[in-house]
């Protein structure tokens, strides 16, 4: 295992002659979440660097990921280009810092994306494509005119550079006035008044290219010809130096195909200062290896120690016009890989009307480049790492490659978005290669800017955990200088994990519990009992609107039987992950059970899959004969993909198909072969019956988890994700005699209520709408103190009375405290100060112990925007963010009369309003500055305006229950 990857493998409970120590898992920089830390212009000093670090390490961040972005205006005279030697200056400091606070770091491997490019990169390693020219000719024609190919002239510019707002520009920390950079409406549109190479021009920041092409001639590829009688002829060598063709067509017809390599022009995308240029040729090995090189220079001489790794966000090349979909030696590497020459096929690979033999030259067109960006690309890159001592994280997602492979190959896998079929593939990869983290580019966009609460993002952890990912990256922090006036430096597409926003104050209360979940998630192994193919080979031979494919996860297979099963695998509680085929390579029988890497998996389940790689049906029937029981779910696999050998291949395959013998069983059909079996039917819930595969029963209750294997038992994540409280008994898809339960909000645990029935465990459990808890499950009978539940023990009675409403800090000023009898959001009170005000504010009351003799109460506080810290009698018992507001309250803290105290923060929203309509210029970054997410919220400069939002409700809204527990 790689030496800088920490994780925590120690089982919590020690069991000796039935004992059981209660332990919490220890943490450490890695079981604590992480933010992607934006470092904009890399105008960074080392005194607010520190401070910026102090004030992340205090909420309980583990690291930070480094990503230098566009600058900020106002800022240009401390703009840092990147990777200079001022820049390692600050990084090193950074490092430094790291190690005091017990903090690690990744940085991206370059600024923006996609990865790699910048001034290092001229137009031998940028990316390229290819275009091309036909010709159809008679019997002792030639072709007229040259064989030429003049790329024409072509700029994509982000269209909301740093602009005026109301006529005044935006001032830095010292007041200086902004440098007046393009508008929207001066944006270059001539390129030829561009110098090239493009990084020669001044003022890229302001200039925000995307993607560039400029006005050339093509270097010509291949040149070839091909008769109406299947004849194909190589006449590259018979072009001239002029582009004249001395070659005439033989007796027949004849096309000739000219292939020129194009400069597909994508920039780096939100570069930041001295970053800005080309974007590399990922299907190049010399590419990367020359871009790399600007990071071996930079770093000579100095201490990358506190360095965890590097990390690479998703491929986002194609993003532009066009697709990079070609590399200097292409057609060798397509004879070396796929067996034949591709130049003898042209005519098929860009035929407009698809037949089976155009698919499949298509298929092996587009495995070569799968191939290239694995091979060139992502392989290259992580020894690159390793030679330095470090790992990689990698978002694979979006590239033309089985991303299950590139995934594979990488240190961390990552994954972002919302589905849990997406976060599937990253995981997957993680869980069946034995990779102990799977991360998450986590919170990107969960709502509108500003409107997203703690609780929405602890929601859409949650889901993340329930997917497998166990190594949380937010998305993310700007780095702001302190004395920047309010709001600071903001990124344009994100949740803003930022010290100015009012939910810092109970930011930590969701990074512990995320520490605990993730102290749980990254111990033990996965354990799953379906590995579902991934039908890569189906989606790459079929036709489509470009030549290649991209892969994220279910784009594509929408209408595919692989999705309908893995959406029924996800709904009825199967544990299940997608394998590629070179994973499959790596499994093995271990009795019955498939051995992976990372795991022991019970069945395979082809989801009507077409196409199979000849090895792969190979491995299947060997590993069937070995005694694995292979899924069938409707049709058998009918044939090889690809062109090469396809009669020799075919032939092999249909040999294998021949000898599985199908009988009848009832629904079913099974064909035994050696120790195992193949199983054929159109219900799938049947076949994994039959496989010996069950799901966890606990999603019939609304529930949803995830399972990690132990010594002796296992954990278990687990979820309410339903609208309605769960106070019932649970069972468990996995034996046990006993368990613990850990509750990682308010960081209780005790020996669970387990029972067996009919041979199944069960637990008792009980989880609010939005609530989560970590079971450890055991073989053993377990000892200790009792988990406390609680049931309702009499009626709920509101707290009423004189309700003193007092702002403790937030801004723009504090409102003058306030009284009121029912509970309503500070909006509404006297001071106008109240409708934009952003903070956290107190709302306190007076009220008597109730009557009776119950052991605990159950303290409710209604309504809350957005979350709470309740303070009884002084003494803090816990910060609550929702969705439920509910805190249970031992008899043994209740007085005669009480104190409460409620410190409720809010969002930026209002404040952010207050800034619209005063028109303060708060909007002050390059290139894309802050765009909206919803069209509604664009103004006139097509940026992000929040001038005709109502205030947002804020504050404790109620009724306050205090309910008897018994």
Not at 204 to 224: E, R, S, T
Not at 631 to 652: A, C, D, F, H, M
Not at 923 to 952: H, I, M, S
Request: glycine share 8%.
């Amino acid at each position: 295992m790689i030496k800088r990857l920490i994780f925590t493998t120690s089982l919590l409970s020690v069991l000796i002659h039935g004992q059981a120590q209660i332990k919490w898992p220890e943490v450490n920089a890695v079981t604590k979440p992480w933010t992607r830390w934006w470092w904009m212009g890399s105008a960074v000093n080392p005194k607010d660097l520190t401070a910026n670090m102090e004030q992340y390490a205090a909420v309980g961040l583990g690291g930070l990921e480094i990503t230098p972005i566009y600058g900020v205006g106002g800022y240009e005279s401390k703009f840092i280009d990147y990777l200079s030697p001022h820049w390692m200056q600050v990084f090193s400091h950074t490092l430094s810092e790291a190690k005091r606070l017990n903090m690690q770091i990744d940085m991206a491997t370059g600024s923006g994306w996609p990865f790699g490019g910048g001034p290092l990169i001229g137009d031998a390693e940028a990316c390229k494509n290819f275009v091309y020219k036909t010709w159809t000719l008679k019997a002792g024609e030639t072709v007229k005119e040259p064989i030429t190919f003049e790329q024409q002239p072509y700029i994509e510019a982000i269209g909301n550079t740093l602009t005026e707002v109301n006529n005044v520009y935006p001032k830095n920390a010292e007041g200086e006035a902004v440098v007046k950079v393009l508008k929207a409406s001066e944006k270059v549109k001539d390129v030829s008044t561009l110098a090239e190479p493009v990084y020669a021009n001044k003022n890229l920041q302001a200039l925000a290219i995307d993607q560039l092409k400029y006005k050339k001639n093509l270097p010509v590829q291949v040149v070839m010809a091909y008769g109406d009688k299947g004849q194909a002829i190589d006449i590259t060598a018979n072009v001239g130096t002029n582009g004249n063709l001395n070659w005439k067509a033989p007796a027949g017809n004849w096309t000739v195909y000219a292939l020129f390599m194009g400069w597909h022009g994508k920039m780096v995308e939100r570069a930041a200062p001295g970053a800005e240029g080309n974007a590399i040729d990922h299907f190049s090995e010399a590419a990367l290896k020359k871009y790399l090189s600007r990071f071996d220079t930079a770093f000579a001489g100095n201490d990358l120690s506190q360095l965890r790794g590097f990390f690479n966000d998703s491929y986002e090349v194609d993003d532009a016009r066009g697709q990079s979909n070609y590399t200097p030696g292409f057609f060798t590497e397509f004879k070396a890989r796929r067996g034949y020459d591709l130049k003898l096929f042209l005519p098929q690979l860009l035929a407009k009307q698809r037949d089976e033999l155009s698919l499949r030259i298509l298929y092996d067109y587009r495995q070569t480049i799968a191939d290239l960006l694995l091979d060139k690309f992502t392989i290259p890159w992580r020894q690159w790492a390793q030679s330095k001592g470090k790992i990689v994280r990698n978002q694979s997602h979006g590239s033309p490659a089985n991303i299950l492979d590139c995934y594979g190959v990488v240190d961390i896998p990552e994954t972002e978005g919302t589905e849990l079929l997406r976060f599937k593939f990253a995981v997957s990869a993680a869980h069946i290669l034995g990779k102990p983290l799977a991360s998450a580019e986590a919170a990107t966009w969960l709502n509108e800017h500003f409107k997203t609460s703690l609780g929405d993002v602890k929601t859409a952890i949650d889901k993340y955990f329930i997917g497998g990912v166990n190594h949380i990256v937010y998305h993310g922090t700007a780095y702001s200088p302190m004395n920047d006036q309010w709001p600071g430096w903001l990124f344009y597409a994100a949740v803003h994990f930022q010290p100015i926003h009012p939910f810092w104050q109970h930011f930590g209360t969701l990074n512990n519990y995320v520490t605990r979940c993730q102290s749980f998630l990254q111990s033990g192994k996965p354990d799953n009992d379906v590995l579902l193919y991934f039908p890569f080979s189906d989606h790459n031979s079929e036709p489509g609107r470009d030549l290649l494919h991209h892969y994220d996860g279910m784009k594509g297979f929408e209408n595919t039987d692989f999705n309908k099963v893995a959406e029924e695998l996800l709904q009825k509680g199967y544990a299940f992950d997608f394998i590629s085929d070179k994973q499959l390579e790596q499994v093995t029988m271990n009795g019955a059970l498939l051995k992976a890497p990372g795991g022991n998996y019970r069945t395979i389940v082809l989801a009507n899959t077409k196409y199979l790689p000849l090895t792969t049906w190979q491995k299947l029937a060997a590993l069937a004969k070995d005694g694995a029981r292979i899924i069938v779910y409707k049709n058998l696999p009918g044939g090889v993909p690809g062109y090469s050998q396809l009669e020799t291949r075919q032939k092999q395959f249909a040999d294998i198909t021949a000898a599985l013998k199908f009988s009848a069983e009832g629904a079913l059909q099974k064909a035994i072969t050696g120790k195992g079996m193949f199983i054929k039917g159109d219900d799938i819930g049947q076949l994994l019956t039959a496989g010996e595969v069950k799901p966890e029963p606990m999603y019939e209750l609304g529930l949803q988890c995830i399972r990690r294997k132990l010594i002796d038992g296992n954990y278990y994540f687990i979820s309410n994700t339903s609208n309605e409280a769960v106070n019932k008994w649970v069972p468990l898809g996995r034996k046990a005699t006993s368990a613990i339960v850990f509750e990682p909000m308010q960081q209780e645990s005790g020996i669970a209520r387990t029972r067996i029935v009919k041979g199944v465990t069960e637990v008792y459990v009980q989880l609010q709408p939005g609530e989560s808890c970590v079971l450890q499950t055991s073989g053993t009978t377990l000892k200790g103190n009792a988990y406390k539940y609680y049931n309702i023990g009499g009626s709920a009675s509101e707290i009423k009375g004189t309700w003193t409403l007092r702002f403790m800090m937030g801004g723009p000023d504090l409102p003058k405290t306030a009284t009121m009898t029912k509970l309503a959001s500070w909006t509404e009170v006297p001071d106008p100060l109240g409708k934009v005000f952003s903070g956290t504010a107190q709302y306190s009351i007076h009220f008597a112990k109730p009557a009776g003799t119950a052991p605990a109460y159950a303290l409710d506080l209604g309504k809350v925007a957005h979350s709470a810290e309740v303070v009884l009698n002084g003494k803090s018992l816990a910060t609550v963010l929702g969705p439920i507001y509910r805190v249970t309250i031992p008899a043994s803290q209740l007085k005669a009369d009480n104190v409460l105290e409620v410190n409720v923060t809010n969002g930026m929203t209002n404040r952010i309003i207050a800034l619209e309509q005063e028109g303060v210029s708060w909007k002050k970054f390059y290139n894309v500055n802050f765009p909206a997410r919803l069209p509604e919220n664009r103004d006139a400069n097509g940026l992000f305006t929040a001038a005709k939002w109502q205030p947002e409700t804020s504050g404790l809204l109620g009724p306050v229950t205090i309910t008897p527990l018994k």
